[in-house]
């Protein structure tokens, strides 16, 4: 995933134009890393994030949402557009070398928070989903993987008896991996413990556990309102809109 502080280019918007963190792409494990870094450049501003992701790793959505709801972040589900300069251009390094925000707008449709994304969405203060935007659970996925090692252990006789005095891997290899598609009872507890810290009610769970993890259900305005997974029927809008150039930024 990839965060970049974002000004809004809305025509008439300046001098005091909103700001936000564009949070866009899977969730991985180096994810909140990458979230810590980018806060220490805030010096404390509690700028909405806008998040546009397929999902990822559940363990690094879960330390996201901890972290979004420490610093009392909001967050809602959108996309973001540049305007010119885009991260990834070779000619907008300066931008992230100079801490510099890029210019751009946010809007909701096509947007998407899928998979372990609404486990991060769920540490925002404020959480919104506009209704063109698309926020869906399944079932998840757990990867084992497998590793032959090879030791070479030291030991000396004592009194007629082997003692080993060190054990050291001299090689290690992959041995193959296997997946599992349903929750496991330690996993949802985890997840059930997550939930009520954030309060969020627990039948995200049971459409979590009931849908294949092969598939995605999107979860309407109303339910997710429902299960407290929003904070209101808002969009974007409400986090983002040029109104908001009226007031100082955040």
């Not at 929750?183 to 009931?210: F, H, T």
């Amino acid at each position: 995933m990839r965060f970049v502080v974002v000004r809004s280019s809305a025509p008439g918007c300046e001098p005091n134009c909103p700001e936000w963190i564009s949070a866009e792409g899977t969730i991985e494990a180096s994810t909140p890393t990458l979230f810590r870094r980018l806060l220490k450049t805030l010096g404390g501003r509690q700028l909405p994030i806008v998040v546009n992701s397929p999902g990822g790793n559940v363990d690094a959505a879960l330390q996201l949402g901890r972290m979004i709801r420490k610093n009392k972040l909001d967050i809602a589900v959108g996309i973001t557009e540049f305007s010119g300069c885009s991260p990834g251009m070779k000619n907008c390094r300066g931008n992230d070398a100079k801490q510099q925000p890029y210019s751009g707008v946010a809007h909701d449709s096509g947007a998407m928070c899928n998979s372990a994304c609404p486990l991060m969405f769920a540490g925002g203060i404020r959480r919104v989903a506009g209704e063109w935007a698309y926020l869906g659970v399944h079932q998840i996925t757990t990867t084992f993987r497998r590793e032959k090692l090879l030791y070479r252990t030291t030991y000396r006789i004592v009194n007629g008896k082997k003692k080993i005095i060190g054990t050291t891997i001299v090689s290690r290899r992959n041995a193959g991996s296997y997946k599992t598609y349903e929750m496991s009872k330690a996993i949802e507890k985890r997840l059930s413990a997550y939930l009520k810290e954030m309060g969020v009610e627990q039948s995200i769970l049971d459409v979590m556990k009931a849908t294949p993890a092969s598939d995605i259900r999107q979860i309407e305005p109303d339910d997710m309102l429902e299960m407290k997974l929003v904070t209101s029927l808002d969009s974007l809008d409400l986090l983002t809109e040029k109104s908001m150039c009226l007031r100082n930024p955040v």
